[in-house]
């Protein structure tokens, strides 16, 4: 039997610092390392389960790629400030934004 605890808060959204959004928004020369670590630390478990919910049967290898890329196109997101929190919540941003990156993915393996 699973714990359904254990199972649902391996995912669930963190809170999202807006403090922690503006360092990593602010770094814009580099990567405030402490920042990320920390963004990682947030957000890693809960893209990896958005890629595999949207993704059902992806591969590992896969998924770890398609997780990098989301992190990859949401830094420069956060760097280029388009992500405005007036519009949306963060969870919200980053779900779509996820969901997008997987569609444009699968369309480019199908050749669409």
């Known amino acids: 039997m699973?714990?359904?605890?254990r199972k649902s808060s391996?995912?669930?959204?963190?809170?999202?610092s807006a403090t922690l959004l503006r360092s990593l928004r602010e770094a814009r020369s580099g990567v405030d390392d402490v920042a990320w670590a920390r963004?990682?630390?947030?957000?890693?478990?809960?893209?990896?389960?958005?890629?595999?919910?949207?993704?059902?049967g992806i591969s590992d290898a896969d998924t770890d790629d398609a997780v990098q890329d989301i992190f990859i196109k949401l830094?420069?997101?956060l760097r280029s400030g388009a992500y405005d929190s007036s519009k949306s919540r963060?969870?919200?941003?980053?779900s779509a934004l996820a969901r997008r990156l997987l569609i444009d993915?699968?369309?480019?393996?199908r050749g669409v």
């Open 105 to 109: 993915s699968l369309r480019q393996f």
């Open 2 to 5: 699973r714990d359904e605890s």
């Open 39 to 56: 963004f990682v630390d947030l957000y890693d478990p809960v893209v990896h389960h958005l890629v595999r919910l949207l993704s059902p």
């Open 75 to 77: 830094v420069n997101i």
């Open 90 to 94: 963060f969870r919200t941003y980053l």
């Open 10 to 16: 391996a995912w669930s959204y963190p809170e999202t």
